[in-house]
């Protein structure tokens, strides 16, 4: 008996070179579930870097509006609006306490300067993005008493 070109010479069987199905399914199966656990990775991270990104525009925008209210004498305006390009600011100030007045330095005790603490609500939003928040600051309020007469002094 002749020996056929490819196959093996004692006659058995020879196993065919390179995957089974069920290897390949197991292989898949390995593959997907690494994918899977990958991309849920992935989402959590995207997730915290858009909870990040939402806490750094409100802290942005808590400064910017923190900065503006600075420049309000809440004793000549206790409420008001500031435009300043996209941030809107708006205030409303209540007073805590009663005023003081400098110490004079005139015959008549009286000083230069009225000033008073206010409890001021706070409501800020950026038109650009439409971020909105509200905080209470405490300022200090002040007047001007007006020019002691020089000829006095």
Known sequence: MRAIAGAPAGGGRRRAAG?????????????????????????????AVSRLQ???AQAQLKLAAAQAIQTVNPMARPEGELELGALVVRWQAQPEGSPATSAGYLEAGVGRFSVQLFDVQVQARDAASGAELAFNATLLGYRFNGVPDIDRL
């Open 19 to 47: 995957f089974t199905l069920l290897e390949a399914i197991v292989a898949l199966a390995l593959i997907a579930s690494i994918g899977l656990a990958l991309m849920a990775w992935i989402n959590t991270s995207l997730a």
């Open 54 to 56: 939402e806490r750094d």
